[in-house]
């Protein structure tokens, strides 16, 4: 890619095949864009000259490459990253397992380098926002740790402050540091909510995580809380009951981000819908549950929807791409079909409207952040790319990113990362898991 030697959050980017996901705009096969101060400041479609002013910006020549925003995540549980290949029939041990036995042995510098490394990770795999749903914090020291580790990465983030696993149901979480978490960071790039525990009234008979069950007493005190300090919330429903008891409860609202939902039908939908209620769907776990993500449900009744990783045992990390084909995969279980356009949609804008900062990115558009990747064209993988956008969610893989830019600071640039030492941060990371199963055993 050719470049001026000193790229600063100024300049202007030529040439390029642009997918903004603003409708106004649309997909040009050739156009420019400048950025200012790290934000989108104008684009020019087709051969349109840049206004003088931006004429003199340094410039980024696009040529072979497709601009898109930087991929949103909706729910990742990014302390658990060193278990990418560590489950399974070499292990013996389940998701469930794990959390109760190994989550209480990190310390606060364990769950810095997990979260570090995956947040690094995430940003070489063009994920530019990521929604850590943090349900290892045992301490304030621990959320302290993970918060800094997303800042000291550069990743735009999502931090939702959650339990621990030896939290009684009868022990109310420590909602008191989540609020003052989100009050102490000084960080533009990170937006809090609330991770809460799991209310199986409709389902008592819920075999999974009965360790995270509360009574629903205290789970309301618990929301009343955050929703008096103006914190958003999210929890996970997986347990079997339908959609009206949580409205019921007091649930739903815009400020709650459900977590899975995949029991639900139509009239589910529609409740939540009524309430405004956004949602995330991961579908590594849905595949693993064999359940079909009712995603024409969801979006025919008007629902926000995202896509997720959740845990790194079952999507293996943060691969959009791969997240694209898995859901794919399963709608066509399900005899449903999934356009392209409605693929990235998922993993751009819509997961940006999932978590409340569509007016910051999600698309390439005049006033945003400028958080977008570059994909080159002309790999093994993506050549010919006909059809970008078909490409993107059909044919493209991580190592087809040249480059990743949050708030126009470039992070990764010829396809490496900048200003990391991957070895150290690896070599950490697996001195760490080494020492923590020995602990654990």
């Known amino acids: 890619m050719k470049t001026t030697d000193q790229i600063t959050k100024n300049f202007i980017l030529t040439n390029i095949r642009l997918i903004s996901m603003d409708q106004d705009v649309g997909y040009l096969d050739k156009a420019s864009f400048s950025v200012r101060e790290g934000v989108i400041s104008k684009i020019y479609k087709e051969d349109e000259i840049p206004d003088k002013l931006d004429s003199d910006l340094p410039k980024i020549d696009g040529k072979g490459y497709i601009a898109m925003p ?64 943090a349900h290892n914090l045992p301490s304030p020291e621990h959320a302290d740790a993970e918060l800094q580790a997303m800042e000291d990465a550069g990743i735009r983030g999502h931090f939702t ?19 003052r978490l989100r009050d102490s960071s000084a960080s533009k790039r990170i937006t809090f909510r609330l991770g809460l525990r799991n209310d199986v009234t409709p389902d008592p008979n819920f075999p999974f995580f009965k360790f995270l069950n509360v009574a629903p007493a205290l789970l309301k005190q618990e929301i009343a809380m955050a929703r008096e300090a103006g914190l958003p919330i999210s929890m996970h429903v997986l347990n079997e009951g339908k959609a009206d008891y949580y409205a019921k409860a ?10 899975h939902g995949y029991h639900w039908d139509d009239a589910d939908w529609q409740v939540l819908a009524d309430h405004n209620t956004p949602v995330s769907f991961s579908p590594s776990t849905a595949n ?27 999507s293996g990390g943060p691969n959009m ?3 694209m084909t898995v859901a794919r995969i399963n709608q066509q279980l399900g005899k449903k079909k999934i356009s392209d356009y409605n693929l990235l949609s998922l993993v751009t804008k819509n997961g940006a409207g999932v978590l409340g900062i569509s007016d910051e990115v999600g698309t390439i558009t005049p006033g945003k952040q400028a958080d977008f990747i570059l994909v080159k064209t002309d790999s093994l993988a993506m050549a010919p790319a006909k059809d970008s956008v078909r490409a993107l969610t059909n044919t493209a893989n991580p190592g087809d990113i040249d480059s990743v830019y949050v708030d126009g ?6 396809g490496k990362m900048l200003r990391i030492h991957t070895a150290e941060i690896t070599n950490d990371l697996n001195s760490r898991f080494e020492r923590l199963i020995r602990l654990m055993n």
């Not at 064999?290 to 079952?314: E, H, K, M």
Request: aromatic letters at 12%; glycine letters at 8%.
């Open 70 to 133: 930087g991929f949103v995540d909706t729910h990742t549980h990014l302390w658990n990253s060193p278990w990418k290949s560590f489950l399974g029939t070499a292990s013996g041990l389940n998701y469930e397992i794990l959390c109760k036995k190994m989550g209480p042995l990190f310390t606060p510098e364990d769950s810095y380098s997990a979260v570090h490394a995956a947040s690094l990770e995430a940003l070489s795999a063009g994920v530019t926002t990521i929604n850590n749903w």
């Open 161 to 179: 402050y959650g339990y621990h696993y030896e939290l009684s149901p009868e022990e109310p979480m420590n909602v008191a540091d989540a609020i």
């Open 250 to 259: 007091g649930y739903l609202s815009s400020d709650n981000l459900i977590i």
């Open 288 to 314: 693993g549950m064999r359940r079909i993500i009712p995603l024409t449900s969801a979006q025919r009744s008007g629902v926000q929807c995202g896509l997720s990783f959740d845990n790194y045992a079952g």
């Open 321 to 323: 791409f791969k997240m």
């Open 409 to 414: 600071t470039p992070v990764k640039r010829n």
